[in-house]
């Protein structure tokens, strides 16, 4: 035990402590070597900085490491779960990957020989083939924790674990690393017709691509079979070992969560929380062109040119008709699920919602949208990065002006921040638009945003999951649009190109 | 059925529209009233806007409106979660208010007249006072309703709502009116600690604050008693019904959530996933006195003045001192538990976090505190507001170069945005602040946050519940530090202030 006096060296002058003579011997020492590793709380790479973190501020690595373990039975969305978080995860610029176990199955060639994909085995009575797929389970649980003790931040297991002793193993060996967190999501799924079509979807994935399609889903069905048969939901027993979990059942539908602790853990179970599988489109654009763009001025608040002008009323008519097309094809699906079997109810004329900034050019583009049609936002969170000292600047001033910052900025153009007051960067913008992602993911409308180069490049990095270099350095030219569609195993992009002369939009290959 | 054809009169070219031909009959119009009242998804008072908003900037009534009932045994924290909830949605600018059974009941003049606080008034055998209580809940509901249609936007009925069938007669008043939404908060305890230590809470409410302590706790208890026997917890049944609810069992170390919908309902859960209730403290503070302080400038990144330096190394001193009689208290009340029956393990210590913003007024504030002891962060979210053009102007430059924005700033100084571009309002650092108000709640550590007058008066605003009128104008002096300690029913509040002559700091009455 220390000398808790010791604790006081640094109130330099003892005679301005009140009552210091209270201050009674502690039987524990505050002292922590320097450089210990810290778990810090808010731990927000890029906008979050330590003195730790100030002297390496491209290494994020401070805070606690995360490690998340799915569980549950084939066909029941474990695989979009984990592609999504990841997704996300990586997009708020936390160093994360997924370790698939029925990737390092089919990877292990001896195994392959003996025909692994096949249900038999996965059948529990085959006990060599158990041992194996435990074997390969902690092997892949090594490699993750190996990649964290490297610097990763997040690492997602991605397996069915689906007994509780399975999941003690893996708690346990996770907790031989002191700094490593673990959360357990749980994904189940009852809803028969979700259990359908996810089994249908598995037919076009490595292990059946080969295999003539009925034979196949016989087969994937039996595996599913095989697995029911010893497969344990996340238990009371786990609970009251206050194991730090969260069910999702019916894509999230409901949601269970228990023991949630930390800042990575809260959040990945708030985005988890807001996202649904309806049929829906998100349209990107950049505003038309400003007099600034003209003239090759950054930031600023200028209004369109002649040009942008015309994109926009273009915009608003070919818009309103893909809002038109997009019902139309609704209802055509209605009328051919109508004929079938199933009864179905008229669906619903889905909201259009118009996102802007708040920033002349946006809303200016947007001017000629009917408010009938379209629910029209203007929201601050979307105006361009700020520029702080070089607003309203060419790149070649800057140079001029600000040779460091134009050189500071070519190094690193993620993680710099545009000096003085308030200037941002791509960071900052991140966490600025991250309310907004999680807003899209929940609701089920479609939706045009109008916004700016920079916040288009990070709206479509979330989407299309760019890797983070590659991010500052995207092409998204004015006068462009995207559509964004969210699929089960991807997001498919569409894009179109405005055609001054004869002022249209024509698809772009 | 309207002609489909109508629906392209926006289409102000017909030549202009690729494949018009191919667009077919609808058979639904899009057709809807201009001011209909929207749903709209994100709806951020002050920080979105739409053409409406736009119109009448102060009334925030455009969103859908949310009902939050309230279900639970008495003594399970409801009216704690109500407090909460209220006080953090009324930050955010929603219109919140809370509708409380109980009030309505003591207020009714007769039935006090009737004793109707003592036990036999919820025995359920009581046929005539079970009515009472029925015909209560819904006068309550009554009232709230007519709040909403009045230009509220989240009113939460406070009740136990203990049955199935109460609940099914408040979803279906509710539902009459077509833009509300409904979301049932229950709260269950089986933690017998807690429960015991709500029940005594309860006595010095204002059913018993006048009884023998003793035979209050025994009427109390008879009361408990008398809903357990009817309580129905929510079911299986409400969930198939596609019930909006959400269950926090043992102040939120487990929480089930059902088919949350919408941005207001998916907010208020994540709130309530992120709190508890450990003994700890929370420190604010402005920095020291800057240079720009000193003659009366506002913005900019100045650094500390002499003063201001000696300010900051008296607070390292003072607030390790804090650390240390934080931890003898902890010690102390660890070793008088010890002495009684129960086993104690030793108390960890308890981290101690230290944020400022990026300014060099806060940084330079805290360069004397000891990293072995504290978890120093810088956090760009805690900057001070940003003013635009403003900046660096002393007020009454601001009042002869930009007359307008001055008298408009005075006008309504909470929604009122400085101009030029990344000026920011109050409202917007409200929002910046958001998610560090949901990771204070959800930490366990103590911490002091050392940052800027007009985010400090907006921390202090969350934390004491001030009114928002009230907050653009609270006095919050430089040298004064603020101690919060959440208490079950209250924010407890602590200051001191920094006597320069005397280098140390002296509480404030």
Not at 469 to 487: F, G
């Amino acid at each position: 035990m220390s000398n808790p006096r010791n604790s006081r060296r640094y109130l330099s002058n003892d005679s301005d402590v009140e009552d210091s003579d209270e201050i009674e011997p502690l039987s524990v020492s505050f002292q922590r070597p320097l450089f210990r590793n810290r778990k810090y709380s808010l731990d927000l790479p890029g906008i979050v900085t330590s003195k730790l973190t100030q002297e390496q501020p491209l290494k994020c690595g401070v805070g606690s490491k995360l490690v998340v373990v799915m569980t549950g039975l084939p066909a029941r969305g474990k695989s979009y779960i984990v592609k999504k978080l990841k997704r996300y995860l990586s997009w708020l610029q936390y160093d994360t990957k997924i370790f698939n176990v029925g990737n390092l199955r089919r990877n292990t060639a001896q195994l392959i020989k003996n025909g692994s994909h096949s249900h038999s085995f996965f059948d529990p009575a085959n006990k060599s083939a158990k041992k194996v797929r435990e074997q390969l389970a902690m092997d892949c649980l090594d490699e993750l924790i190996d990649w964290l003790n490297k610097g990763g931040r997040i690492g997602i297991h991605d397996a069915t674990n689906s007994t509780v002793e399975r999941r003690r193993k893996i708690l346990e060996r996770c907790q031989r690393e002191t700094t490593f967190k673990v959360l357990f999501i749980e994904s189940i799924c009852n809803d028969n017709e979700v259990l359908e079509k996810n089994m249908r979807l598995k037919l076009s994935g490595p292990d059946y691509r080969k295999m003539d399609p009925e034979k196949a889903l016989a087969d994937f069905r039996k595996r599913v079979s095989n697995y029911e048969k010893v497969y344990e939901t996340i238990s009371e027993e786990e609970e009251k070992a206050d194991m730090q979990y969260c069910k999702l059942i019916n894509v999230g539908k409901k949601i269970i969560a228990h023991n949630i602790q930390g800042y990575l853990s809260g959040q990945c179970i708030f985005y988890l929380m807001n996202f649904n599988l309806s049929d829906r489109q998100i349209w990107l654009s950049r505003h038309g062109e400003s007099t600034d763009n003209a003239i090759g001025k950054i930031g600023g608040d200028s209004p369109l040119s002649e040009k942008g002008r015309k994109f926009g009323e273009c915009l608003s008519r070919f818009i309103f008709k893909q809002k038109v097309l997009f019902r139309q094809k609704q209802m055509d699906e209605y009328r051919s699920a109508s004929t079938s079997s199933l009864p179905t109810s008229v669906p619903q004329v889905k909201n259009f919602l118009v996102w802007t900034s708040m920033l002349k050019r946006t809303i200016e583009t947007v001017e000629n949208f009917d408010q009938r049609e379209f629910d029209i936002m203007h929201i601050r969170f979307l105006n361009e990065i700020y520029a702080g000292l070089c607003e309203e600047m060419s790149h070649s001033e800057i140079e001029i002006k600000y040779p460091e910052e134009y050189s500071e900025r070519r190094k690193n153009k993620l993680y710099y921040r545009y000096p003085g007051m308030g200037g941002e960067s791509y960071l900052d913008v991140i966490h600025r638009i991250n309310p907004l992602i999680v807003e899209l993911e929940r609701m089920t409308d479609n939706i045009l945003i109008v916004t700016h180069q920079v916040v288009l490049r990070i709206l479509l990095a979330y989407f299309l999951d760019v890797e983070k270099e590659k991010v500052p350095n995207m092409e998204v030219p004015l006068h462009t649009i995207y559509c964004l569609q969210p699929k089960a195993y991807d997001t498919e992009l569409k894009r179109w190109k405005y055609d001054e002369e004869k002022d249209d939009f024509f698809p772009v290959e």
